[in-house]
C-alpha cells in the first residue's frame, strides 16, 4: 500500500516489551511457570519473526527478573516447581500437587490453543483422570505453548503434535529436552540481533517497580488528586536508585555493553526518576501519549509524533490506540484485513512533516489470543511495512542521535490514564503498601546488628516485594485463576525478611491480602428464558431476571487497555429472540455504530446509534441503555452461536466486545433444569 500524493519520512518505531515478575520464592524456587511457557511460544520467536525480514528494525525491552529467570532453566528441575511435578511419574504425586498440576495444564487459551487439540479439547472437560491420561494433558499443554517456530523447525515437536494421544514417559523427557536447549538460545539470539544492528535492547528497573512511588507516595495525589493514599507512607527513594543499578549491572554482564534505554516499568514517570535514569547514564525512556497530553496541558494529537528531552534525556510516547490495536482488536481479525488496517491508519498520519510514530506494548500476552500464536499476522505486517518506501521503522537508540523537541515539564503517571490509580488507592493496593512500609521501618531498627549477606538477602526480598505485578492482581480490574498464588509470593517476600532478622513476622503478613479470584467471576451465564421490552431503559426491575451477565469491569488483560464506553453486558434469549443490553458510558454513544458479528454465519449487521434502528429484523433501542432483539430465525440451524460486538466512531473502533472474545450462546437450552415449584 503506497500514497501517491507524497513520498515523506514516516518513521515507525516498535518496543515489544517482555516482562514477567520475578516468581521465585525464599528458596530460588520458581513457583509458576510463565517464564517457561512464553519461552517456548513468545521470546524467541517474535525477534525470529522480525529476523525474516532484514532491512526491518524495532527495539525489544528485557526486564531483568525475566533474563535472571531464563537463565535458571539451564537446570529446570531444579529451579521451576511446575516441571519438577510435570517431569514426575503421575502416580507419585500427592492430591494437592495433582490438583495444582491439573489446574495449570488446563491454563492454555480455549479457543486458540485447547480447541485445535482434539484430545487436548477432550482431556480439558475431564474431572478426574487416570495415569495415561494426565501424562498426555501434561504432553499437549506443553505442546499447546509451543510458538511457530518449534512447530515449523523441530521435527520432535512435529511428530509429538502428529501422535495426538497415548504419549509416554519417554516422551516427555525428549521434550524437555528439546524445549531446554531451545531455552538456552534466547538470550544469545537477541545479542546477535543487537550485534547487527537490527534490533535495540531496553531494559527495566531491576524488579519492575512503579519508581515514582518508590520515590514520593505523593506523586498518586499529583497524578489522581481522588486517589487514596495508602496511610503513613514511606520515602524508598534509595529502593528506586538501587532498583535502576541493579538493572544496568545485570544488562552489561548479560550483553556486555551499556543499556542506551529504558522502558520504566508500567511506563510510571516523574521528573525524579528521570534524574535518576540520567545519572547512571541512560539516553532514552519511554511511556503513554496520556503523560504527554497532561504534561503539554493538551491533547492536540499532531504533537504526539515526535521524539522529546527533559532534562537531557529522550522521552518517546506511545500512540495508545495503535498499539491497542495489536495488543485487543487485531486477534478478532483475518491477517490481511488487520495488515490492511494499520496501514491505512498510519498512512493517514502522512504529511510533509516528518513524523516518528512509537507502537509499544507487551510482547508476549496478546499472541495468545490470534491464531497461531500471530505468525501469519506479523509475516503480512512486515511484507507491508518493507515493501513500502514512505515507511522506515527505526530503533529507540537510533532516535537519540535525531532531533528532539524539548518539554518543558513531565507530568506524574503510568500508560494507564496517566495516573497510578492501577498500583494504588483501592484497599487491597494499600493494604499491599502499608505493609511494605511497616517491614522497612521494622528493619530500618534492626539494621545496625545486621551481617552484610543477611542485609543483602533482605535487600533482594524488598526490592521484589515492590514489583509492579504484585498491585496489578489485588483489589478490583484485573482478574486472574492465581491470585491467591500470587498474593503468597508477594507476602512471602515480606515474611522472609523476618526469618532473616530472627524475629517474629507480624500476624498481618500471614492473612491474605487477595480474594479468590477467578475470570469465571466476570461472566455469569443465563438462568432461565427472558421477555424484555426492547426501549433502551431499563423499564422493569424484572424485565431481565434470569439474564446471563458480562462484567466488562473485571476482565483481566495483562497489557490492559483504556476502559471502553459499555461496562455490562447483559444477554439471554426465549423461543422466537435473542436479547442483549450494554450499560455504561451510553450517552457518549450517540454518534456511533454498533456491530452485531455472529461468527458462525461471518455476519456483521451494523446498527446506528443516533436512531432507533431495525436491520435484517434485528431491533435496537438507545436511550439509558442500550437494548436489541434478534430473531432466532436470523441464526437458521444453529444450536450454538458465538458473537461479538464492535462499537465504532467515525471511522474507529473503540471498543470489542466482549473483552474476553467472543459470547457464546446455546440457542437450544430451555433450562427446564432450573425449573422449581
Not at 498 to 503: F, G, M, Q, R
Amino acid at each position: 500500500m503506497k500514497p501517491a500524493f507524497i513520498e515523506p519520512s514516516l518513521e515507525l518505531s516498535f518496543l515489544w516489551h517482555m516482562h514477567q515478575p520475578d516468581y521465585r520464592d525464599a528458596q530460588g524456587i520458581i513457583r509458576m511457570p510463565w517464564v517457561f511457557l512464553h519461552a517456548i511460544k513468545d521470546y524467541y520467536d517474535m525477534p525470529w519473526m522480525l529476523s525474516k525480514f532484514p532491512d526491518l528494525k524495532a527495539s525489544f525491552n528485557l526486564t531483568p527478573p525475566l533474563i535472571e529467570q531464563l537463565k535458571l532453566y539451564e537446570d529446570p528441575l531444579e529451579n521451576d516447581y511446575f516441571l519438577m511435578l510435570w517431569h514426575q511419574d503421575p502416580e507419585v504425586l500427592s492430591i494437592t500437587e495433582k490438583k495444582w498440576l491439573i489446574k495449570t495444564c488446563k491454563s492454555s487459551n480455549y479457543d486458540t490453543m485447547i480447541k485445535p487439540l482434539p484430545r487436548y479439547r477432550e482431556l480439558y472437560e475431564k474431572e478426574e483422570m487416570d495415569k495415561e491420561e494426565l501424562i498426555d494433558l501434561e504432553i499437549l499443554f506443553l505442546l499447546s505453548w509451543c510458538g511457530p517456530y518449534l512447530r515449523l523447525n523441530n521435527s520432535l515437536i512435529q511428530t509429538l503434535l502428529k501422535q495426538e494421544r497415548s504419549y509416554t514417559a519417554n516422551d516427555k523427557q525428549m521434550l524437555l529436552e528439546v524445549l531446554i536447549k531451545f531455552i538456552a538460545g534466547i538470550l544469545p539470539f537477541y545479542a546477535s540481533l543487537l550485534r547487527s544492528g537490527q534490533i535495540a535492547l531496553s531494559t527495566t528497573p531491576y524488579n519492575h517497580p512503579i519508581l515514582p512511588l518508590l520515590i514520593d507516595m505523593e506523586n498518586v495525589l499529583h497524578a489522581n488528586s481522588h486517589t487514596k493514599m495508602p496511610d503513613d507512607p514511606l520515602s524508598l527513594k534509595e529502593d528506586a536508585v538501587e532498583q535502576v543499578k541493579r538493572a544496568v549491572t545485570l544488562y552489561k554482564k548479560t550483553f556486555g555493553q551499556m543499556p542506551v534505554g529504558f522502558w520504566p516499568a508500567e511506563g510510571a514517570v516523574d521528573e525524579e526518576s528521570v534524574e535518576i535514569y540520567k545519572s547512571l547514564g541512560i539516553k532514552w525512556i519511554a511511556t503513554d501519549e496520556a503523560i504527554l497530553f497532561k504534561s503539554l496541558g493538551t491533547e492536540e494529537r499532531s504533537s504526539l509524533y515526535h521524539p522529546y528531552n527533559i532534562k537531557g534525556l529522550n522521552i518517546y510516547f506511545r500512540d495508545h490506540t495503535l498499539s491497542d490495536l495489536f495488543g485487543f482488536d487485531y486477534r478478532f481479525k483475518l491477517s490481511e484485513e488487520a495488515v490492511e488496517h494499520f496501514m491505512s491508519e498510519i498512512i493517514a498520519l502522512l504529511s510533509e512533516e516528518k513524523k516518528s510514530v512509537f507502537v509499544i506494548l507487551d510482547g508476549e500476552n496478546a499472541w495468545e489470543y490470534y491464531q497461531n500464536n500471530a505468525y501469519p499476522f506479523f509475516m503480512k505486517l512486515y511484507e507491508n511495512i518493507s515493501k513500502n518506501s514512505w515507511c522506515k521503522t527505526v530503533t529507540m537508540d537510533e532516535l537519540v542521535k535525531k532531533e528532539s523537541i524539548a518539554l518543558e515539564r513531565l507530568s506524574p503517571g503510568s500508560w494507564i490514564c496517566g495516573d497510578f490509580s492501577t498500583w494504588a488507592g483501592q484497599p487491597e493496593k494499600n493494604r499491599a503498601w502499608e505493609l511494605i512500609f511497616q517491614t522497612k521501618r521494622d528493619v530500618l531498627d534492626f539494621a545496625h546488628s545486621v551481617p552484610s549477606e543477611i542485609a543483602e538477602k533482605i535487600e533482594f526480598h524488598f526490592l521484589a516485594a515492590e514489583c509492579s505485578d504484585w498491585f496489578w492482581w489485588y483489589g478490583d480490574g484485573h482478574t486472574t485463576d492465581f491470585a491467591l498464588e500470587f498474593d503468597t509470593l508477594f507476602r512471602h517476600h515480606l515474611i522472609s525478611i523476618y526469618e532473616l532478622l530472627k524475629i517474629q513476622a507480624p500476624s498481618n503478613l500471614f492473612t491474605p491480602i487477595s480474594e479468590s479470584k477467578s475470570m469465571a467471576s466476570s461472566l455469569l451465564k443465563p438462568q432461565s428464558y427472558i421477555h424484555p421490552q426492547i426501549d433502551g431503559r431499563a423499564s422493569s426491575f424484572f424485565e431481565w431476571i434470569g439474564c446471563g451477565v458480562v462484567d466488562e469491569s473485571r476482565i483481566f488483560s495483562t497489557m490492559d487497555r483504556v476502559r471502553g464506553p459499555v461496562e455490562k453486558i447483559r444477554f439471554g434469549h426465549n423461543e422466537t429472540m435473542v436479547f442483549i443490553a450494554f450499560e455504561g458510558a451510553i450517552e457518549s454513544l450517540k454518534k456511533a455504530s454498533l456491530v452485531l458479528i455472529i461468527e458462525e454465519l461471518s455476519k456483521a449487521i451494523r446498527l446506528p446509534l443516533a436512531q432507533v434502528s431495525q436491520v435484517e429484523g434485528v431491533r435496537m433501542r438507545i436511550s439509558t441503555m442500550i437494548e436489541m432483539a434478534v430473531p432466532r430465525k436470523l441464526f437458521g440451524d444453529l444450536q450454538c452461536t458465538h458473537l461479538r460486538f464492535e462499537i465504532e466512531e467515525k471511522g474507529k473502533i473503540i471498543q470489542i466486545l466482549p473483552g474476553f472474545g467472543a459470547l457464546e450462546m446455546d440457542l437450544d437450552e430451555d433450562y427446564s433444569e432450573n425449573w422449581y415449584i
